[in-house]
């Protein structure tokens, strides 16, 4: 089955970095195009970026555009995010997610705080 | 960037009762890419309808979408307990890919 698992989380003080990964199984990961959302304690959703199938093309929304790097390795089945100078309201847990929606990972937690 | 606004914020229903969800975007919505979640406390999102009126596979088809251009709507035909939890509509046609703020589907 369809399985996609997030680790990297954790806590990090303001201006440090954390490296998120996301390991697919289950399903060709080369053939999808993946995301990464986020959602803040007890807020909404929220799109942060996306990468094509080779990892050729890369989006980011605003908020992290500069600060955060997409990648991933289909020799591996993972994805990954680089977040760099975190700040306080990039606390949130992060999701991977299939291109189309349809399968998410649990979600790793990332607080950022003194 | 493409605003999804939801209305109602929070909708108090009982069970076999009928569930209208609205999702009006500032512009119009590419192609009709506009996917409806649900989401329980945590858990991870759970997609229900794609291209604006297509059901995700597994989904019952208690749950219907419709609409096109700007204004959406998600209907849930007759609710079952498992149904209260929050709904988001998302557009994914045009970056930034914007969620609205959520419906709270609450039991009355």
């Known amino acids: 089955q369809v399985q996609l698992v997030e680790s990297g989380g954790g806590l990090v003080k303001p201006g440090g970095s954390l490296r998120l990964s996301c390991a697919a199984s289950g399903f060709t990961f080369s053939d999808h195009n993946m995301s990464w959302f986020r959602q803040a304690p007890g807020k909404g959703l929220e799109w942060v970026s996306y990468?094509?199938?080779?990892?050729?093309?890369?989006d980011y929304a605003d908020s992290v555009k500069g600060r955060f790097t997409i990648s991933r390795d289909n020799a591996k089945n993972s994805l990954y995010l680089q977040m760099n100078s975190l700040r306080a309201e990039d606390t949130a847990v992060y999701y991977c997610a299939r291109r189309e929606g349809d399968y998410w990972g649990q979600g790793t937690l990332v607080t950022v705080s003194s | 960037e493409i605003v999804l606004t939801q209305s109602p914020g929070t909708l108090s229903l009982s069970p076999r009762e009928r569930a209208t969800l609205s999702c009006r975007a500032s512009?119009?919505?590419?192609?009709?890419?506009l996917g409806w979640y649900q989401q329980k406390p945590g858990q991870a999102p759970r997609l229900l309808i794609y291209g604006a009126s297509n059901r995700a596979t597994g989904i019952p088809d208690r749950f219907s979408g419709s609409g096109s251009g700007t204004d959406f709507t998600l209907t849930i035909s007759r609710l079952e307990p498992e149904d209260f939890a929050v709904y988001y509509c998302?557009?994914?046609?045009?970056?930034?890919?914007?969620f609205g703020q959520g419906t709270k589907l609450e039991i009355k």
């Open positions: 998302q557009q994914y046609g045009t970056s930034p890919y914007t």
């Open positions: 512009q119009s919505v590419s192609s009709s890419y």
């Open positions: 990468i094509n199938i080779r990892g050729t093309y890369t």
